[in-house]
């Protein structure tokens, strides 16, 4: 946890507001495993839930790596041409869903928990 920890000074204001928050949702409250891969925290419980990507604008991407197998209903994931990887996209704090993240943050849980992951193999 250390690492993440050091990860997320390296940023500053909203940005590293943002990481900070999510990081203790998910580290704490949740009680996912924090990992840095890729130079980057990830979160496990069974498999890799999410992770944090901090962009050039200043902003946080709050990203699902089995997002395409989530359902969408709060309206906040974009997939940005991805196939599988969607994400939230956080400006300020302030402007954080915080019950709305929730709630996607539990149904990946829920998806990990239920439903095995496994690599489609490309045809």
Not at 17 to 42: D, G
Not at 79 to 106: M, T, W
Request: glycine share 4%; with cysteine; net charge neutral.
């Amino acid at each position: 946890m250390v690492a993440v920890d050091d990860f997320i000074q390296n940023f500053e204001g909203d940005q590293r507001k943002i990481l900070n928050y999510l990081h203790i949702l998910l580290a704490n409250e949740l009680e996912l495993v924090p990992k840095i891969r890729f130079e980057i925290p990830f979160y496990y419980k069974r498999s890799w839930i999410c992770y944090l990507n901090p962009t050039k604008r200043k902003t946080a991407d709050f990203c699902f790596l089995r997002g395409n197998e989530l359902s969408n209903e709060q309206g906040l994931l974009s997939g940005k041409g991805r196939k599988q990887v969607v994400s939230i996209e956080i400006a300020k704090l302030s402007d954080l869903p915080e019950g709305a993240i929730k709630e996607v943050v539990h149904e990946a849980l829920l998806l990990d928990e239920s439903v095995p992951y496994s690599v489609k193999n490309k045809k």
